[in-house]
């Protein structure tokens, strides 16, 4: 396995998720605490990502200088290459001629991290971002790529087996990135190929089986793809020593609740609880506008009813979760630095200090589109697997005001046409998430022949690989235009229909 040491860089998924695609496992880690990683798991290798900072200013993140003597092969990122060079005696500056973008870079001497490449005149395009740069290699280091502005753009130290670039091979617009990266992946550190989600799955089903031994698992069920995957392991592995609890919130799309109970009844060998929670929701929701308020009042009302129902069930010792990767990752800060919540994750810390049981979270080290591959695996059906993300608090945070039972009914109908149509055309799977929101204003428009003020709807839709960078879909004219026509003639309460094009950054994918 290979430990990804994270220095800040908003890249830094991208990387483990190259790892990931080479069927290597790995861990995104702090600096801080990597020599206690290495310690309890030791990996074949480790990669330092980028990050903003600048190695030569006082307090920013350094590594630990034994992690240089243990012979463990090391690949430097753009921060990560700096930092070594700056702890093993180099020298960095800040460059008078920053690079960001795509830039030509020279090859130089051979090297295991570039084997294999397809050069034209021993060059080839690679993606800078940085304001800093080397200007002098410690000892026994050489230089193995060059540019423009640098002439350290990748650097070796084959007795050490240390390697660094200037450039990030992780991202798309380096040409051949996946290949440096699985170069020193499988070249340099000699990583065995192994990951996969039939192993991943066999070994949460034996490791679901010790734990619970004959015990009971309670699990939160929501219909997204999340929940459902974390259910369908677990339920075999154990079968009928699990019970899930589905709260209808009252905030869910059109229809949610029997497709839920429909495809459990048909997948599952174990016990559904359904609670009618809607009107408890709808009270406690009155008049709140505020989203994070909105958050906070759905989260710990679900937790409520959530903890009620699990006291129900005597033999039950643990909790399943299907908290993933990302959740974790955006949880916590890793770097060491500031770190400002975005919005708070329903998963990761919201569960009451009362509830004596133990966690089972057998999705917690995959990303989004491993747990898709690990309900594939589970022989899930296609439609639950495929599924848009649907974030915990439901409808809730896309009634951008307060929340009522009419407005709600609205959405519901707005988004279900705005699916159904992007389903029609063949676009679902093109799609990372598409929904609807309803906007807190009402706009005049004349429907027949008379005047009309009613609510605006947007519709959202993204294209991702792991919802953390994002840009929008480009529908045709005649595509949101039917959606429109089709959403203001079946939608009593909506007249106008909006588009957003905002990517992330600087918009979030959500609009609450």
């Known amino acids: 396995m290979i430990y990804i040491v994270d220095f800040g860089s908003q890249v830094t998924q991208l990387i483990a998720r190259r790892v990931r695609e080479a069927n290597v496992y790995c861990e995104i880690v702090s600096n801080k605490n990597l020599l206690v990683k290495i310690k309890d798991k030791e990996p074949t290798g480790i990669i330092f990502s980028g990050g903003p900072a600048s190695v030569h200013k006082l307090h920013t993140p350094k590594i630990d200088q034994k992690i240089f003597s243990l012979n463990i092969p090391i690949l430097g990122i753009c921060y990560g290459m700096q930092l070594i060079v700056h702890q093993l005696g180099g020298k960095v500056e800040i460059s008078k001629q920053r690079e960001f973008g795509k830039t030509l870079i020279t090859h130089k001497n051979k ?19 940085h304001g800093d740069k080397a200007i002098k290699l410690p000892k026994h280091f050489k230089t193995i790529a060059t540019s423009k502005n640098s002439k350290f753009v990748g650097i070796e130290n084959k007795d050490l087996n240390i390697y660094g670039l200037q450039f990030h091979p992780e991202v798309v617009h380096t040409n051949q990135g996946e290949k440096i990266l699985n170069n020193f992946i499988i070249h340099v550190c000699k990583t065995k190929p192994t990951w996969s989600m039939q192993n991943y799955l066999k ?11 004959k015990d009971h698992v309670i699990c939160g069920l929501s219909g997204g793809v999340d929940s459902m995957v974390t259910a369908a392991i677990i339920s075999k592995a154990i079968n009928k020593q699990l019970t899930c609890i589905y709260v209808d919130t009252g905030l869910m799309r059109l229809h949610e609740t029997k497709e839920v109970q429909n495809l459990f009844k048909k997948h599952f060998k174990s016990k559904l609880v359904t609670i009618d929670a809607k009107n408890k929701f709808f009270t406690a929701l009155k008049g709140v506008s505020d989203p994070e308020k909105k958050r906070k009042i759905i989260g710990n009302l679900f937790i409520k009813i959530f903890n009620t129902e699990s006291k129900k069930i005597k033999k039950a010792k643990f909790l399943a979760q299907g908290t993933i990767y990302p959740d974790i990752i955006e949880s916590q800060s890793f770097h060491g630095g500031p770190t400002s919540v975005i919005k708070s994750h329903h998963n990761v810390g919201g569960l009451p200090k009362d509830m004596q049981l133990d966690l089972v979270e057998p999705l917690r080290e995959l990303f989004k589109d491993e747990v898709r591959r690990l309900g594939k695996e589970l022989k ?24 009522t039972k009419d407005k709600v009914k609205m959405l519901q109908q707005a988004d279900k046409i705005y699916i159904d149509e992007i389903k029609a055309a063949n676009l679902y799977n093109e799609i990372w998430q598409a929904f ?16 009309s003020y009613e609510f605006v709807c947007g519709l959202r839709a993204v294209t991702s690989v792991d919802g953390m960078t994002a840009d929008f879909y480009p529908f045709s ?29 600087p918009g979030t994918i959500e609009w609450e």
């Not at 090297?111 to 971002?129: A, T």
């Not at 409808?395 to 005001?401: E, K, W, Y």
């Open 477 to 505: 004219g005649e595509f949101l235009s039917r959606v429109s026509t089709r959403i203001i003639n079946e939608v009593k309460g909506i007249n106008r229909v909006v588009y957003d094009t905002t990517s992330k950054p």
């Open 436 to 451: 609807a929101v309803l906007l807190p204003v009402r706009t005049v428009g004349v429907m027949g022949d008379q005047r």
């Open 380 to 403: 899930l059906p296609k439609e639950f697997i495929q599924r848009h993300p649907f974030p915990g608090p439901g409808l809730g945070i896309r009634v951008l005001s307060n929340i």
């Open 203 to 213: 070994t949460q089903i034996t490791k679901i089986k010790n734990d619970v031994k």
């Open 111 to 129: 090297s295991k991290l570039f084997r294999g490449l397809k050069l034209k005149n021993k060059q080839h395009f690679v993606w800078m971002s």
